[in-house]
Structures are given as C-alpha cells and as structure tokens.
C-alpha cells in the first residue's frame, strides 16, 4: 500500500478478509450540511453501513495522508472544522504536502477507494455539468470516466443540467445503471423523463452488471441511480424555484467554481425552510443501505 494511504484497521481488516467495503466521502460532512446535522448523518450512514454487514471507509486528508476510514475523533474534526479545505483531484498534491485538513470530493474519494482496493462508494449526489454556458464541469466525470468505481447515488445534484451530464457520462463510457427504476433519478425527487443505461431490479443484479462491466475490460466507474424514498421526496416545484433564485444570487455574488455547489446547496436548503435538507438526509442515508447490499453481493459474482 501507498504510504501516503492510511487505512483505519477495521477497514484494513474487512479488506484482508475479502469483506464488503463501501466508501464515503467527507465533503457531503465538511461543506454539504450544517453542523449537527453533518455528524449525525455521518454516523447514521456508518450505521447503516454496519447493520446491513459491510465496512464503512469515510475518506478524509489529514496530516499529510489520505485516511481511508476515521475514527470518531477524526469525523468531529471534519464535522467542526472551520478550516477544513475542499480537495479534488487537483488538490490532493498541495494539501498531502502542506499536511492540510481536508474533505474529499466524490472524485477524490473514487480515486482513495481504488487505491484501496474498494469497488463500492456511497455519496448524495454526483457533480457535473453546470447550468449555462460557464464551461463549469465538475471532476466527478474525469474520474468516472477512468477509476473502475460504483458511485451510488441520488443522480447527479439538482442544481446541475441533467440532460448534458447524462450526455457527458455516454462520451466517457460510463453506465448509469437505475435501481428499481427506469428512469434517472433526479436528487431530491425520483425522476421524470431521462432513461438510465440498464435497469437493476437488486442488488444482486446490479452486482452482476458491474462485474461484467469491469470483466470486459472495462476501467470505467458506473453510475448506480438510486431514487429517493418516495415519503421523502422534495417538493418539485419548491426545489426548481429555489434553484432558480440561488443560481441567480449565486450570479449576483459573483460565485464561481468549487464555491458553487455548496453556496447552492445551501441556499435551496434555506429558501426550502430545510425540506431539501431533510430530503438531502434521507437519501442518503438510502443510497448507503444500497450501497452495502451491493458491495455484499459484489463478492459472490
């Protein structure tokens, strides 16, 4: 293993002992929700990890290393911090060589978990194309598009435009595969119009897929789309009108690259009074349940 890569010893543990794995990323802690609710939903989503019989891995920086699973020290630290550094792909050099506190990004937590023998991670919502015409493209395309990682997930944030990140994942080989559903779910509702790649029916399927996605040679990651629990879907026509007036305060601010999204996030959360919030918790809290089933079942296929 890389020294730069820390393994918490239950992680180290599970994978000597070909156990399921699923790994999670720190930015959703760091920058995606309000302290307390962060750290309680971070050890909500262990828990379920737990009780559904994986491993969970939360990857975070710290002290010059890349962590693959924190302690409960360490999820404070992410939780609290008021300093704590937004790190993808990008950024991993200066901060692993300026021992920076850091969350990582859905792309950098894809790339620790490869390194770390881990083919399951659970997150919200992935990163994509942006609204407009401002050339902003998240990263999570650039590591879907060449780490062999299962993103399971929510689809991609809702602020985002759905159709040219779907567009973007068809250029780069990337499966979208829908659990139980036909259609890509769309964050904090369930989806509408926009078809997936393949439909999985369980975990079971799903697994099989991805196996013969990677067995044929394959080093793309996959997109598995997980809509949220119908009892806790956002209103639609809430959500769209918050968006629309965060993307236009967030334009007015003069927000611009990796600041976007959680300004975003936040915005709709408030302007939601916390319904998105709310609905942002719960799935994934679902998607990690998801995840472990599939991450169990991915060693028997």
Not at 77 to 92: F, H, N, P, Y
Not at 152 to 174: N, Y
Not at 217 to 238: C, K, L, N, S, W
Request: net charge negative; glycine share 8%; proline share 4%.
């Amino acid at each position: 293993m890389n020294e730069i890569i820390v393994l918490h010893e239950e992680v180290a543990e599970a994978l000597a002992g070909a156990q399921a794995v699923v790994a999670l990323e720190s930015t959703i802690i760091a920058h995606g929700m309000p302290y307390p609710r962060n750290i309680e939903t971070a050890r909500r989503v262990e828990g379920i990890i737990r009780a559904k019989g994986a491993v969970p891995a939360t990857v975070a920086v710290m002290d010059g290393k890349i962590r693959v699973g924190l302690d409960e020290t360490q999820l404070e630290q992410i939780a609290c911090g008021s300093d704590v550094a937004k790190l993808s792909l990008r950024d991993l050099g200066w901060a692993l060589a300026g021992s920076v506190l850091g969350a990582t990004t859905v792309a950098t937590t894809m790339h620790a978990a490869h390194l770390a023998g881990i083919e399951v991670f659970a997150t919200g919502g992935l990163g994509g194309v942006h609204r407009g015409d401002t050339g902003d493209v998240s990263a999570d395309l650039t590591a879907l598009s060449s780490i062999p990682v299962a993103v399971v997930c929510a689809g991609v944030k809702a602020i985002l435009d759905i159709p040219r990140t779907l567009e973007a994942f068809e250029t780069r080989g990337v499966p979208v595969i829908g659990y139980e559903t036909a259609v890509f779910p769309e964050f904090y509702t369930t989806g509408t119009v926009h078809p997936v790649t393949a439909s999985a029916s369980d975990s079971m399927a799903a697994a099989a897929i991805l196996r013969a996605h990677w067995r044929s040679g394959m080093t793309t990651g996959a997109v598995v789309a997980v809509p949220i629990p119908a009892e806790h879907e956002a209103d639609a026509e809430a959500i769209s009108e918050a968006i629309s007036a965060g993307l236009y305060a967030a334009e007015r601010q003069r927000v611009t690259g990796k600041e976007v999204s959680p300004f975003l996030l936040a915005f709709v959360a408030q302007h939601t009074g916390g319904d998105s919030l709310d609905a942002n918790i719960e799935l994934v809290v679902n998607n990690a349940k998801v995840a472990a089933s599939i991450a169990t079942a991915l060693k028997t296929v």
